[in-house]
């Protein structure tokens, strides 16, 4: 049984109601799911969560959650078909760290009744300005023309403003799990830098260092792979053994933007951070984090 925390429905920039993915978590043999739409914005944008429509957002998944998880999930009026299977719902959320802009996380765990909260960084924010560079969405055209436009094309600028931006995440906010580690090499596929160049390393590093002292989850998240937008995971597997070696605890998240990715090559994920090293995942319960073997 599998468990997958990183999913967007339609509340954000998900294809379909939570309900769909609840079934189709429950098709694919998992044994949980959490549900993390991205926090609204200060902008328009068309990823995240309005501000008006956070607090529905929360309210359907705690309904799902009180009728699903009760003692018959068979259910008709959900057409639930395996009457056997315990599934466990979570509402988290995917706040989006730009310094100066938006609410803190603390806003999210205060306000809202989270059970996780994931971390991440879409938007570059050059010293505190205006000026955002968009590393995420399907078009690499997008990154390049935010990386000349913002950075003037120095690639090192702008991944080291990536990094920055991430540590000052991390020792300003309070978080469960740090999202696609590494997503600044998405739309790079070998064309500026290279992951083994010493100043990347450095920058890797160091960065590590802080989710170790803060004991924040890496998720490894299997997205790039399987929409083919990355060469490797998030992190790559040079990243995930100075993970293994530093003794962070990691989980397999899909990154699910429609129900049939919600374990999208979590076998083949579990298969390489036992190969690295990796025997235990950290597990998601309505108790608390617990630790479970990599099966």
Same mark, same amino acid.
């Given at each position: 049984?599998?468990?997958?925390? +990183?999913? !967007?429905?339609?509340?954000?920039?998900?294809?379909? &109601?939570?309900?769909?993915?609840?079934?189709?978590?429950?098709?694919? @043999?998992?044994?949980?799911?959490?549900?993390?739409? +991205?926090?609204?914005?200060?902008?328009?944008?068309? $990823?995240?969560?309005?501000?008006?429509?956070?607090?529905?957002? /929360?309210?359907?998944?705690?309904?799902?959650?009180?009728?699903?998880?009760? =003692?018959?999930?068979?259910?008709?009026?959900?057409?639930?078909?395996?009457?056997? /299977?315990? %599934?466990?719902?979570?509402?988290? %959320?995917?706040?989006?760290?730009?310094?100066?802009?938006? !609410?803190?996380?603390?806003?999210?765990?205060?306000?809202?009744?989270?059970?996780?909260?994931? #971390?991440?960084? !879409?938007?570059?924010?050059? *010293?505190?300005? @205006?000026?955002?560079?968009?590393?995420?969405?399907?078009?690499?055209?997008?990154?390049?023309?935010?990386? *000349?436009?913002?950075?003037?094309?120095?690639?090192?600028? @702008?991944?080291?403003?990536?990094?920055?931006?991430?540590?000052? %995440?991390?020792?300003?906010?309070?978080?469960?799990?740090?999202?696609?580690?590494?997503?600044?090499?998405? +739309?790079?596929?070998?064309?500026?830098?290279?992951?083994?160049?010493?100043?990347?390393?450095?920058?890797?590093?160091?960065?590590?260092?802080?989710?170790?002292?803060?004991?924040?989850?890496? &998720?490894?998240?299997?997205? #790039?792979?399987?929409?083919?937008?990355?060469?490797?995971? $998030?992190?790559?597997?040079?990243?995930?053994?100075?993970?293994?070696?530093?003794?962070?605890?990691?989980?397999?998240?899909?990154?699910?933007?429609? =129900?049939?990715?919600?374990? %999208?090559?979590?076998?083949?994920?579990?298969?390489?951070?036992?190969?690295? @090293?990796?025997?235990?995942?950290?597990?998601?319960?309505?108790?608390?984090?617990?630790?479970?073997?990599?099966?």
């Amino acid at each position: 049984m599998s468990q997958n925390l +990183h999913t !967007h429905t339609t509340f954000s920039d998900g294809s379909d &109601e939570p309900l769909k993915y609840i079934e189709s978590a429950l098709a694919q @043999g998992m044994s949980s799911i959490g549900f993390s739409d +991205h926090s609204p914005l200060p902008f328009e944008n068309t $990823f995240a969560l309005r501000e008006e429509e956070t607090g529905a957002y /929360c309210e359907a998944i705690v309904q799902l959650k009180e009728e699903i998880q009760g =003692p018959d999930i068979a259910n008709a009026k959900y057409k639930v078909q395996n009457a056997k /299977c315990k %599934m466990q719902i979570f509402l988290g %959320m995917e706040a989006d760290f730009i310094p100066g802009m938006g !609410h803190p996380f603390s806003y999210f765990q205060e306000n809202y009744p989270l059970d996780y909260l994931i #971390g991440s960084v !879409h938007l570059v924010r050059k *010293n505190h300005s @205006g000026d955002l560079w968009f590393i995420d969405g399907p078009d690499p055209a997008t990154y390049d023309e935010g990386l *000349n436009s913002i950075f003037g094309g120095d690639i090192r600028k @702008g991944v080291a403003a990536y990094y920055q931006q991430i540590n000052e %995440m991390l020792t300003t906010s309070k978080m469960d799990i740090i999202g696609h580690f590494d997503k600044i090499k998405m +739309h790079n596929r070998g064309r500026f830098f290279s992951e083994s160049e010493p100043w990347y390393i450095s920058l890797v590093e160091e960065t590590l260092g802080l989710v170790k002292q803060t004991g924040v989850i890496v &998720e490894v998240n299997t997205r #790039g792979l399987y929409k083919k937008r990355s060469d490797t995971l $998030f992190p790559g597997p040079g990243v995930l053994k100075k993970i293994h070696e530093r003794g962070i605890p990691v989980i397999i998240s899909s990154d699910a933007h429609k =129900p049939a990715e919600v374990s %999208m090559l979590f076998g083949e994920t579990a298969d390489l951070l036992r190969n690295l @090293g990796f025997r235990e995942l950290m597990n998601l319960t309505p108790s608390g984090w617990t630790k479970v073997s990599i099966k």
